[in-house]
Each structure stands twice: as structure tokens, then as C-alpha cells.
């Protein structure tokens, strides 16, 4: 799967296991399969490793939660949600000794499947058996890790329209509304992009930077990504007609698009993404202010589950 680097003996141990649990991920998934979730867990751990739940709510959200659970002794904290669910855990137990790992139930699941997690609760919940823990690299932005992707610009403005109503419709089909919705409003910007001292400056649609492959529920972004080899991808769409990204965007699904004239793939440790006038900025789904920003590398961050 990857080279990434096993850390001592291929099956750890587990004393105390944590789930966060986000009730409404997937359109309310998280709360119907907390239970079977649970049970899943158990009988992969085994009976010497204490296993306890923690939903999410408006008030303790992930990080709180994941946060606390590594205060309390926690040696492994399981992400039991979508990409949001797992941006929040990585961010409470980033420089903790525990190891995360993900049971995917939420819309996108994207860094899962970068890394060959299966989208069966009870199968992913295996892995705390059969996987490992492998090391993989962190984004940052300002004081936030990210473990996928974060993009600015016309992929930022589709996820808030998801998040704002299309999520009812589910995975994919979710960000195509929204994708064909923003289109019809959205404006080309003037980008500055300096990927280690490489500046390009352009009108463009995005910039994306990419730890894992892909995002909205399956678009490879970066199909050549990995996580762990230190670098994060970049993916430039420069301005083009409405027709012609609409052509050019079921490409992305197969990560074709990349050799598309209009778009540009870069590789680096550090960038900077600056335009006029300012567009959003997404992290992990998440919305998360607008240009300019910093994205920056964190090699071997963490540990994480993987098969």
C-alpha cells in the first residue's frame, strides 16, 4: 500500500481505547451505528483493552473530546465519523503518544480511502487488529493540522454550499450539486502561489494542497499524493469557461484531469497562497477564513492506523 514506516512490531497493544463519536455523521449514520461501532471495537481490541464512547455535540466537539481522552491515559483514540469528525482528532492528539485511527461514517471519507480503510464499520473496526500503526504527515495552517486536504478558492465556496444544504443528498452526489451550483455564480481570481520559492501567479479557479489523494467524496485531486513522504501536493485550476471546467470535471473522479492544459500540479514543503480580493480557504472540510494563508508540511506527525 505505502512505504510507510511501522512503528515498533507490526500489532500494538492497546490498554485504553477512546471513541469519538460524531452522532450526525453521514446524515445521522453516526448515531444509528454508535452501538455496533462499539461492539465492533471490543471484539477487535479484545478483553485487555478498556473500551469507552464520547459523542460529539455542539459543545465538545472532537478535539475537546480526543484532547481529553489523551489527558485521561488514552493509547489509542478511534475517529468513529466523517473527514471533520478525523480533522478534530488529529488536532486534539497530534504530539501525544497515542496512535489514532479512523471508522469511516461520514459523507466524504476521503483520507480513508487515501489510505485503503474500508467504508464497513465493522471491517475498519478489523484493522485495530489486523493493521498497523504506519507514521503519516500532517498539513498545517496557523495553529491547525490537517491530515487530507485544504484548498482555497472555488472548492472552499462548494464546501460551504455542501454544508449549507446539499449534504441531505449524500457522498458524491452532494458535491456535484454544489459544484454545478457554485459554477454558475463563481469568479476567477488572481492567485500568487510560491511553492518553495516556485512563484506562479495566475487567474485561477483553486489551489488545492493535498496530503492524502482526493476530497468531496472521491475526487482524486492529487492522484500521486502520499502520506508520508513529506511533501504536499498542489493543484492550480487556472481560469476557464464554464463549459469547459464542466467537460473537464468528471476527470477528476479518475484523477485525469491532471493532465488538462488548465491545470497545474506542484510539490513542495512549504507554500503560500495570496489573492485579490481574498477567497475562502477549507481545511478538511472544514471552512477556515480566507488568503493569504501558510500551508506548511509536518513530516511523521502521528501514528495512524492503517491496513
Request: proline share 6%.
Amino acid at each position: 500500500m505505502s512505504s510507510a514506516h511501522h512503528e515498533g512490531g507490526d500489532r500494538p497493544r492497546y490498554r485504553k481505547a477512546v471513541i469519538v463519536l460524531n452522532p450526525v455523521a453521514g446524515r445521522g449514520r453516526g448515531l444509528r451505528s454508535a452501538e455496533s461501532v462499539e461492539r465492533a471495537v471490543r471484539l477487535a481490541l479484545g478483553p485487555t483493552c478498556s473500551v469507552s464512547r464520547r459523542l460529539t455535540s455542539p459543545e465538545e466537539g472532537a478535539e475537546e473530546l480526543a484532547r481529553q481522552a489523551v489527558r485521561e491515559g488514552a493509547d489509542l483514540i478511534i475517529a468513529a465519523g466523517g473527514d471533520g469528525t478525523l480533522h478534530g482528532v488529529v488536532n486534539g492528539v497530534a504530539g501525544a503518544p497515542a496512535t489514532v485511527a479512523q471508522i469511516p461514517l461520514g459523507t466524504g471519507n476521503d483520507f480513508a480511502r487515501a489510505v485503503g480503510i474500508p467504508t464497513r464499520p465493522a471491517e475498519a473496526a478489523g484493522l485495530l487488529a489486523s493493521g498497523h500503526a504506519a507514521l503519516v504527515d500532517l498539513g498545517r495552517l496557523g495553529n491547525q493540522l490537517f491530515i487530507n486536504a485544504a484548498g482555497c478558492g472555488f472548492d472552499a465556496a462548494v464546501a460551504e454550499r455542501v454544508n449549507r444544504g446539499f449534504r441531505s443528498l449524500g457522498g458524491p452526489s452532494a458535491y456535484i450539486a454544489a459544484v454545478i451550483a457554485t459554477l454558475l455564480s463563481y469568479r476567477a481570481t488572481v492567485m500568487t502561489i510560491t511553492v518553495d520559492g516556485q512563484r506562479v501567479e495566475r487567474r485561477a479557479m483553486l489551489c488545492a494542497v493535498a496530503n492524502g489523494t482526493g476530497y468531496g467524496g472521491g475526487m482524486r485531486l492529487a492522484p500521486e499524493a502520499r502520506w508520508d513522504d513529506g511533501m504536499l501536493d498542489v493543484c492550480i485550476v487556472a481560469e476557464c469557461s464554464r463549459i469547459e471546467f464542466l467537460r473537464a470535471f468528471p476527470q477528476v473522479f479518475r484523477g485525469a484531469h491532471t493532465h488538462h492544459p488548465k491545470v497545474q500540479m506542484l510539490r513542495g514543503k512549504r507554500m503560500t497562497v495570496e489573492s485579490d480580493p481574498p477567497v475562502g480557504v477549507l481545511v478538511d472540510g472544514e471552512i477556515a477564513g480566507t488568503t493569504p494563508v501558510v500551508f506548511e508540511t509536518v513530516p511523521s506527525a502521528l501514528r495512524f492506523v492503517v491496513p
